[in-house]
């Protein structure tokens, strides 16, 4: 059995630069544990590609919820990235730190260090943002972020006078001074390839001698002496194998994975583990507890001018945009299909935004089942405005079903389960109506085809964003990070309270869920997990 300092499992988001970090000063080995395979594939690769991997069973765990009654009963489809790179290899690309408000929230929670000019410094030492760097945005990391602003379709310029005709100043940057507003959104991408934490981070520390990575390996179970973990059990090949961590064992595998592996291995509620026949090493409550994920919505309309549905659907639009992404590297493959958005708050009197919104120059209303039609969008001019909550109040969990590691867990997200969720939802999607019917938006609206004009009352409405929202693939918190052992998983330092040897660093420690997307506070996490290691092991 092999030893090494650190054990990494996950080669997402955070675990990508954890291993990265961790192994840059050379004094330290580190095992990355990844069950999925290679990040080298074309659909991956290529930023519009994610329409194509959403299913794919080759890169993407394809989790399914239980039933949710707030969502109408449908159980909800939940992708998760399966490959070197996690999620940050399958998603939208879209990138947005979060809020100042929510960060100072985590720090004020008894989370010393986590407050927003405590992160600062770190988020400008990731980047290489190619708008440049100011107060707020750093050049020269090794994450690049692209400014769009020249290459999105020409309709977005109408959804941003739109916005502002309803009342939302312009906001050339999310990630600077304030939320607040419409504008066009920075992506995680590199010269038209996707810009994953595994090109960032993971794959330049592959280079290095002290970092070794496991694909198609499995962790099944953290081995534990006492209340020390020692090591972990994984499954590659067929074949059950083992490797020792001298220092620390730390968990990256997201906020679906984390917690189930602590439940695998005894660390959760007791009474669950009891019934599965799981001898416990430490009962916490809070382990898969606390789930919150961000819900949305899209309202669709049908336009009087070209979309990219006009180029992205006939064989020689296709061909058209395949040229110019293989020849240029640009074009519509190159980018994500949400071109700007913004940031609102659905009641004047709160002091910062608590809805998001989304613009895509495209729609997909016509279903395709097991596929996600972005690369084959709908015959006719459609676009859609999309929205999605903030900060619901709505708390879910994820447990085990049974002690086998292969079976996925019970994933309950409880969506739109509290009144002030509904409401602000419903005063959301009433606003999306406002934008739409602003003169730059109106005079190119042809009809609303989803929900369509019969959809008017409140109860309607209800009834309407209950059957058709989803997750915005957000889910976070089941691993939360907190001071006091009885309401949390992870310390400030991220250690696993009760126990010796074992950390998380993933978007599953975030005590609250952020203002936005979370790609990258998951890579910051993975940052600052890092740089908490390190302090404590000099
Ligand atoms: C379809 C989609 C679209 C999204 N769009 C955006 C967006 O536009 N902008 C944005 O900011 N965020 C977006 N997100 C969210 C964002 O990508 C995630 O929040 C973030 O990647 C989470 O990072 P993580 O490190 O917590 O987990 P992940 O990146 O999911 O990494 C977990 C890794 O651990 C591995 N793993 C899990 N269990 C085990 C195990 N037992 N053994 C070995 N390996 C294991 C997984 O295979 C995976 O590689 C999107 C997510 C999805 C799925």
Known sequence: MQTY?????????????????????????????????????????????????????????????????????????????????????????????????????????????????????????????????????????????????????????????????????????????????????????????????????????MKRGNVRVETNALATKILFEGKRAVGVEYEQNGQKKTARAGREVILSGGAVNSPQLLQLSGVGPAALLGDLGIPVVHANDNVGANLQDHVGINYTFKGKLPTLNQILRPWWGKLLVGMQYILLRSGPLSLSMNNAGGFFRTDPSMTRPNMQLYFQAFSTVIPKSGERPILTPDPWPGFSIGLSNC?????????????????????????????????????????????????????????????????????DLIQDFRKRSGTVYHPVSTCRMGPDASRAVVDPRLRVHGLYGLRVIDASIFPDNITGNTNAASILTGWKGADLVLEDHT
């Open 391 to 459: 900060r619901p109040s709505s708390r879910g969990e994820i447990m085990i079903r049974s002690n086998n590691p292969r079976d996925y867990p019970r994933i309950t997200p409880n969506a739109y389960s509290t009144n002030a969720d509904v409401d602000e939802m419903l005063a959301a999607v009433k606003f999306v109506r406002r934008i739409a019917a602003m003169p730059a938006m109106a005079e190119i609206i042809e009809e609303e085809v989803l929900p369509g004009p019969s959809i008017q009352s409140d109860a």
């Open 5 to 205: 300092d650190f054990i990494v499992v996950g080669s997402g988001s955070a675990g990508s630069v954890v291993a990265d970090r961790l192994s840059a000063s050379g004094r330290f080995s580190v095992l990355v544990l990844e069950a999925g395979g290679t990040d080298q594939r074309f659909y991956v690769q290529m930023p519009l590609g994610y329409g194509k991997t959403f299913f794919d069973p080759a890169v993407n765990w394809n989790y399914k919820t239980e039933p949710d009654p707030g969502l109408a009963g449908n159980a909800d489809h939940w992708p998760r990235g399966k490959l070197l790179g996690g999620s940050s290899s399958i998603n939208a690309m879209v990138f947005i730190r979060g809020a100042r408000e929510d960060f100072d929230a985590w720090a004020a929670a008894g989370n010393p260090g986590w407050a927003y000019d405590d992160l600062l410094p770190s988020f400008k030492a990731m980047e290489d943002n190619a708008a440049g760097a100011d107060q707020w945005r750093g050049v020269g990391g090794p994450l690049h972020i692209t400014d769009c602003t020249d290459a999105v379709h020409p309709l977005t310029k109408r959804y941003l006078a739109a916005g502002q005709q309803a009342g939302l100043p312009l906001n050339p940057d999310f990630n600077g001074a304030s939320q607040e507003g419409v504008g066009v959104y920075q992506i995680t991408t590199k010269n038209g390839r996707r810009m994953s934490a595994a090109r960032a981070f993971l794959r330049p520390a």
